[in-house]
């Protein structure tokens, strides 16, 4: 993608775009330490009855304790095809919570005979709110192109891949958004659905395997992440062919930067709609809209001015 900034709008375009997928993915591993922060002390407190311990304090020693036990491990594998069985267990675990957000909402057909009547089909006022985790939630070029370096095959196969991801997530989180509001529409929601959801050993379970493919998700964000900023720190090859290649003197202290500085604001910020809300808003709208769109413009109309001074 910096390649692709550089081409079209030299090197302030490549800067814009290393800042922007920088921005973006830290901000995703922000968001996914948040969301380890809400569900692992749930689990723990009912395994170890830690309640001697406040809530805070084991929040953040757990999400200590997953990056160094996990996060980090995951991240200094130096090819991303290691992790295509954390991927398809990955997707295991999202089926199962679309299932169980189904159940739940089964559930209140059942004991609400009048739930028909008092659910709200529109509510403008939250749209604002709403629109940049729409935004952010649909955006997942920065992996894409980690992931098509490691795809063999044609180009028809690769885009009917990229085809299948893009759906199973859009009726992910079509089946999720429906079903979770018709489950818990008399309730306060917090940003993480699965607090909501009636205490079961299943539940824990589901749990206990969206924190590890939470954990586990970390590396596809950190790869393209290191990427950028490697290339943004280091300006020797800017009219070379940028590779994913990082020399191994910067590696790890760029993936141990990525690592702690995001785990640092994660503990920080308690709320994980609200860092969704920011990067989507921000740089999530101007790395996965705005520039796409300009980058379509611009080489549309040299193309059409190509042909029509050929044409002269």
């Not at 090859?237 to 990082?246: G, K, M, Q, T």
């Not at 910020?269 to 769109?293: D, Q, R």
């Amino acid at each position: 993608m910096e390649l692709l900034g550089f081409h079209i709008f030299g090197t302030s375009g490549k800067t814009v775009v290393e800042l922007s997928v920088i921005g973006f993915l830290m901000g995703s591993c922000v968001a996914f330490y948040v969301v380890i922060g809400d569900l692992s002390p749930l689990i723990v407190s009912k395994i170890f009855n830690t309640q001697s311990i406040s809530h805070d304090s084991l929040r953040k020693l757990l999400i200590v304790f997953i990056t160094l036990t996990t996060i980090i491990p995951l991240s200094f594998q130096k090819s991303i095809e290691s992790l295509s069985f954390v991927c398809r267990a990955s997707i295991g675990f999202y089926i199962c919570l679309t299932l169980k957000t189904v159940f739940e909402s089964f559930e209140r057909f059942e004991n609400d005979p009048n739930w028909s009547s008092n659910i709200e089909l529109w509510n403008p006022s939250g749209i604002l709110q709403c629109i940049p985790i729409f935004s952010m939630a649909m955006s997942c070029q920065m992996q894409l192109f980690e992931v098509y370096e490691t795809m063999s095959g044609s180009f028809d196969h690769i885009k009917r891949t990229v085809n299948t991801a893009t759906s199973i997530c859009l009726i992910v989180y079509c089946v999720v958004g429906f079903f979770g509001y018709l489950a818990f529409y008399n309730q306060t929601l917090s940003g993480n659905v699965l607090m909501n959801f009636s205490p079961s050993l299943a539940n824990d379970a589901i749990t206990i395997g969206f924190i590890m493919s939470i954990a586990c998700s970390f590396p596809l964000a950190i790869f393209p992440c290191r990427t950028s900023l490697a290339s943004f720190l280091h300006r020797k090859n800017l009219h070379s062919e940028l590779a994913s290649y990082v020399p191994e003197s910067r590696y790890q202290p760029l993936t141990l930067f990525i690592i702690f500085s995001t785990m640092i604001v994660g503990i920080l910020i308690p709320s994980v709609e609200v860092i969704i809300s920011l990067v989507g808003s921000t740089i999530g709208i101007l790395i996965c809209v705005i520039f796409p769109a300009t980058c379509f413009a611009v080489s549309y109309t040299h193309l059409r001015a190509h042909e029509t001074g050929r044409n002269l």
